[in-house]
């Protein structure tokens, strides 16, 4: 069964620091999310990307954030200069939508990064 | 803004013991609903679905969910829990748009089950 894959499973940074968390969604998938889950808190979305552009996204997702599909199947989410609040679960996810068909999101494994 | 509840955060059961975790959302329409469930250190796996039609929907694992349009309630159910049952459970709503929309999460119910 296909499925959403992310990399690193972990990633230690020092504040500061870029980060690129990386992310292959279901092969045949249009739309593409990043969420975050801080420890202890609720999945909070962050963007949405469709057609190589933001479709939506929160107030979470400032100017330190940015989101790409460098090529036909990685999605990226980097943070520019991260900060201690980042410390979170980043989960990539991605759906296929299209006239009559509902839409599910599909999770990935995560990537825990941890600001020091 | 839609909003989800999960009233509980906490529920412990004794295996064999049937479960219900509850889920209340805010919307003026009815949403797409979804639960998940997050095992530790694990992602998110979609356990079920309600779109439209039929109220009560199976999922994966021996789940199911309720829908009740007049309560807003979209609960989670299992006759017997197992011991592998112990994780979190999301119920999360989707705006049904005529595109793709973000989903918005409860803040979830952790699930412990006794042995």
């Known amino acids: 069964e296909p499925e959403v894959t992310q990399t690193p499973s972990h990633q230690v940074t020092q504040m500061g620091q870029e980060v690129i968390l990386r992310c292959v969604p279901i092969s045949n998938h249009l739309y593409f999310y990043w969420y975050r889950q801080i420890l202890g808190q609720k999945v909070e979305f962050l963007v949405s990307?469709?057609?190589?552009?933001?479709?939506?996204k929160s107030e979470i997702f400032d100017d330190q954030f940015s989101v790409e599909r460098p090529d036909g199947s990685n999605f990226t989410l980097k943070i520019r200069s991260t900060k201690l609040e980042d410390s979170a679960m980043y989960f990539c996810a991605s759906s296929v939508w299209t006239a009559g068909v509902k839409e599910t999101q599909y999770f990935g494994p995560g990537t825990r990064l941890l600001v020091l | 803004a839609q909003s989800v509840t999960q009233p509980d955060i906490h529920i412990t059961v004794s295996e064999g013991a049937s479960l219900e975790l509850r889920c209340n959302y805010s919307?003026?329409?009815?949403?797409?609903l979804f639960w998940y469930v997050q095992s530790p250190g694990q992602g998110l796996q979609l356990l079920l679905k309600y779109f439209s039609g039929d109220t009560l929907v199976q999922g994966i694992k021996g789940f199911e969910a309720e829908f009740k349009r007049s309560q807003s309630s979209f609960n989670l159910r299992k006759p017997s829990v197992h011991w592998s049952d112990a994780a979190e459970y999301f119920c999360a709503v989707v705006r049904p748009t005529g595109t793709a929309s973000k989903l918005t999460f409860g803040t979830g119910t952790r699930l412990q089950v006794t042995l």
């Open positions: 990307f469709y057609n190589n552009e933001i479709s939506e």
């Open positions: 919307y003026g329409a009815t949403p797409y």
